[in-house]
């Protein structure tokens, strides 16, 4: 089972914008919105009939329900009805190329909506959590990306064995693979959704390996799934972890919540702000002289720090005005009840204030980290800063502190002519990066170019020659790719030059079809997940090699036939 790299991951496909409920303009005041307790709604999965009888989403209640009733609350369940599909009917359909389970997901759409208008009908401001399991799952994905008008009610979702799992350039649920994907995109809120596959979950997909023979064990143990047993099913630490993460969201919203900002020291008495939908407006006296302040928030991310326990970072974007600038700051609040413990010192420096690169504020080790851009001597408000550094601040028992300057300073370059590849990237950079993470881990750009329907071969700047980097669509590393002139080898010291019998000695066992003109070794263990190396050979010597996910470690240029 995979959780962010361990249980799972960030669903692919689901959108989710939190806010106050959108049946009229006006926010609700703090004690209207404690008047309506969380609804949890359950949707049940395939060979199922009704959620109060999925032991998964049944589970995943009685965490839930447990652990917000700590925090003195009472949440409330809704059961959703829609039609049962075996996975006979769910695999025959797909495979047919008709709509397969298709009317009865938006049939479970349908549903959801209509329970969600009866019970805030009854008290406009509640807020929900969903929890979809293998077809509800699917259910939930469906909603979050088409209903915008209910979807700010939406504290959090849950899901587990997703048919439309779609993890870039990896692994792809059933419903992706036989043709029924829902069109995808990144959301800007994707820490409200956790996604959990188990490893060989044939509805998800983790662990098995893209191609013919693979896509027929699966649809195979799709058919005989049976619970409990089944790595389709649900329960133990996997739904206690369910449980507990809608019951983070829900015991604090944080886009929807009354902070205390000084639009990064641009006052020293902190200024109260509420957030309605993660954005907030300010007017009055103590703004530093402006009319008003906009900010946004920009980032939340969940961790845990030394003598502190879980705690949430939240990111601001503070515009005051009128002004042509914006300043960010980043403080610190406990998970469990939104109390404020600090934030990160402001940056003293004598050009203009540094921008925090959103994406990368986390926690790692105990420590708060961030990718920082500086102004440098030759940059301009116009151009932006130019100056990457990757700084860390840690808690010192009272406030947060800035690690020393060698944790702050401009990444190192990394001599990728030094690195060995495997099949999980090459060096420090690993299958699954950003192409912008990329370039922070190596200290140096990796400048975007043209490339096919799929894919495109990137070279780094500065080199090394004959090394490219396979980059999806979406800008995800895919694949390293080394070419001539290049002599870099794998990890196990085979490069450009050895021969077949060197590679079959060096991979003995594990090369899929020894005979054949490209050699291409596929080491065994739930870990590599279909990643392979390909080896081309020009009388029997190696003259390039492609490493990576198994779907792109082609060695041939992206968009080459």
Request: aromatic fraction near 8%.
């Amino acid at each position: 089972m995979r959780h962010s790299g361990y249980l799972g991951i960030v669903l692919a496909v689901v959108l989710v914008v939190l806010g106050t409920v959108s049946v009229s303009l006006a926010s609700p005041s703090t004690a209207e919105a404690s008047a309506c307790p969380v609804h949890f709604v359950g949707l049940h999965g395939l060979n199922e009939r009704s959620d109060l009888r999925s032991p998964s989403i049944n589970a995943t209640w009685k965490t839930f329900e447990s652990a917000v009733a700590a925090k003195g609350a009472r949440p409330e369940r809704d059961s959703v009805t829609f039609p049962e599909v075996t996975t006979r009917e769910f695999v025959d359909g797909t495979l047919k190329s008709r709509p397969g389970a298709e009317p009865d997901v938006n049939a479970g759409v349908l549903a959801l909506e209509e329970t969600m208008d009866r019970v805030a009908k009854k008290c406009p401001t509640t807020k929900f959590v969903l929890a979809g399991y293998s077809l509800g799952a699917w259910v939930v994905d469906k909603f979050l990306l088409t209903d915008s008008r209910r979807r700010p009610q939406v504290l959090a979702a849950q899901l587990y064995g997703d048919p439309q799992w779609n993890e870039p350039g990896n692994e792809q649920g059933l419903a992706v693979i036989l043709g029924r994907r829902l069109r995808t995109g990144y959301p800007p809120f994707a820490d409200r959704v956790q996604s959990l596959c188990n490893h060989r979950d044939p509805i998800c997909g983790t662990g098995y390996r893209a191609g013919t023979l693979d896509l027929t064990r699966r649809i195979a143990d799709t058919l005989n799934v049976k619970c409990p047993g089944s790595p389709h099913c649900y329960s133990g630490q996997v739904t206690t972890q369910g449980g507990h993460f809608l019951a983070s969201r829900a015991n604090v919203d944080w886009n929807n919540r009354l902070y205390h900002l000084t639009c990064d020291d641009v006052v020293s008495k902190a200024v109260p702000v509420t957030m309605r939908d993660g954005q907030g407006s300010v007017r009055g006296r103590g703004l530093g002289g402006y009319d008003r302040w906009e900010v946004k928030i920009q980032r939340i991310t969940h961790g845990t720090v030394p003598r502190l326990g879980d705690v949430t970072a939240v990111l601001f974007l503070c515009s005051p005005q009128p002004s042509n600038f914006a300043v960010q700051e980043l403080r610190v609040y406990r998970t469990a009840d939104g109390k404020e413990v600090g934030r990160t010192p402001t940056f003293h420096v004598d050009a203009l204030p540094p921008q925090y690169q959103s994406d990368t504020v986390r926690f790692n080790d105990g420590r708060l980290r961030a990718d920082v851009k500086f102004y440098g001597p030759k940059d301009s408000h116009a151009s932006g800063p130019s100056e990457l550094r990757r700084v860390a601040w840690s808690w010192d028992g009272s406030k947060f502190v800035q690690e020393p300057a060698t944790d702050a300073h401009k990444p190192h370059r990394i001599d990728l002519s030094t690195q060995h590849v495997t099949v999980n990237g090459i060096g420090p950079l690993k299958i699954g990066m950003s192409r912008s993470q990329a370039e922070q881990v190596i200290g140096a750009r990796i400048p975007d170019g043209l490339g096919g329907p799929d894919c495109k071969d990137l070279t780094v700047e500065g080199g090394p020659q004959g090394l490219l980097l396979r980059f999806s669509n979406d800008d995800r590393l895919v694949a390293t790719y080394v070419l001539a002139p290049s002599s870099i080898s794998t990890a196990s010291g085979i490069d450009r030059g050895s021969t077949r019998n060197d590679v079959l000695k060096t991979y003995a066992g594990a090369i899929e079809k020894p005979n054949t003109h490209d050699l291409v070794f596929a080491p065994r263990g739930a870990q590599f997940q279909g990643k392979v190396i390909t080896f081309a050979l020009d009388h029997n010597v190696v003259d390039r090699f492609v490493a990576g996910d198994e779907k792109y470690a082609q060695p041939l240029p992206c968009g080459g036939d």
